[in-house]
């Protein structure tokens, strides 16, 4: 892809990303979207057009509130550079396709729920449900529209394998959570993590999601143990599985092809 396209999702990510801090900080709070305009959290004064820009009004303010001094938290920025980044792999990866628009509203909506589960330990209903339904209609559509289809690009699952990816992402999690409470009488994995991935499911069909499973589990345990490693602690510190989960599924969707691949060379199924 030519550097200004790719430039282009950059500045575009840096933009939605900002929106997705408002969404991150508003919805679990239930308070609107739209109105009123951005504000500090401490001491409420309404941010100008300038302190509002991605990522380079916190370098210009020297991430402080203009107003009263006190620290913007650094989620800030990296939630609008890492949406940059993720944009621009996504267009990247898939080029100027019909793919392209679910798989950026794709991306974006885990970023958002990633970052709410990293914030507050939840994944509210209010975008994992919608995010189920939007995989499912997608998939209907598909049927119309065949470029959206598995042989173009990633593509969309068709309704049945859409259907059977929700029921196989949710049902699998929860057998894996009931069973990790039964052997340990801990909560491992909240309900909202079964939401997301029976969510990813009907966006990656049944085959793929197992592997989105698999994968956030891989990315969990690493990460989990350079924590560790590096951090110490109590063993059980809650670690959220929402933003691995969120991770998987983006990759699935993505490389969906390639990854099934890789890992059925892996486990040593094929020749
Ligand atoms: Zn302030």
Not at 1 to 15: K, N, Q
Not at 45 to 65: D, F, K, M, Q, T
Not at 128 to 141: K, W
Request: positive net charge; proline residues 7%; aromatic residues 10%.
């Amino acid at each position: 892809m030519a550097i200004g396209p790719l430039a282009g999702a950059a500045v575009l990510g840096l933009v939605v990303g900002s929106f997705l801090n408002v969404v991150a900080h508003r919805l679990p709070r239930g308070e609107s979207l739209i109105a009123p305009g951005s504000a500090c959290p401490h001491c409420g004064h309404r941010l100008r057009a300038w302190e509002n820009l991605p990522v380079i009004s916190y370098l210009l303010l020297g991430g402080r509130c203009r107003e009263c001094g006190r620290g913007i938290a650094l989620t800030y920025p990296l939630t609008e550079a890492t949406t940059a980044v993720l944009t621009g792999v996504t267009a990247a990866a898939l080029g100027p396709t019909p793919s392209l628009a679910p798989a950026l509203v794709f991306t974006w909506w885990l970023i958002a729920l990633a970052r709410i589960d990293l914030d507050l330990r939840i994944l509210p209903d209010r975008l994992t449900l919608p995010l189920a339904g939007a995989g499912f209609l997608l998939s209907l559509i598909g049927l119309w529209f065949p470029a959206l289809s598995p042989e173009v690009g990633p593509g969309m699952p068709g309704p049945v394998d859409s259907l059977l990816g929700l029921a196989v992402g949710y049902g699998l999690l929860f057998g894996a959570a009931w069973a990790y409470g039964r052997a340990t009488g801990r909560e491992g994995l909240g309900g909202g993590d079964l939401k997301l991935l029976g969510a990813q499911g009907a966006w990656l069909g049944p085959v793929a999601v197992l592997l989105a499973l698999f994968l956030a589990a891989l990315l969990g345990s690493v990460i989990g143990g350079l924590i560790l490693l590096f951090r110490g602690g109590d063993r059980h510190l809650a670690i959220p599985f929402g933003p691995f989960l969120a991770a998987g599924g983006w990759a699935l969707f993505l490389w969906k092809a390639e990854l099934i691949r890789w890992y059925f060379g892996l486990s040593g199924l094929s020749g």
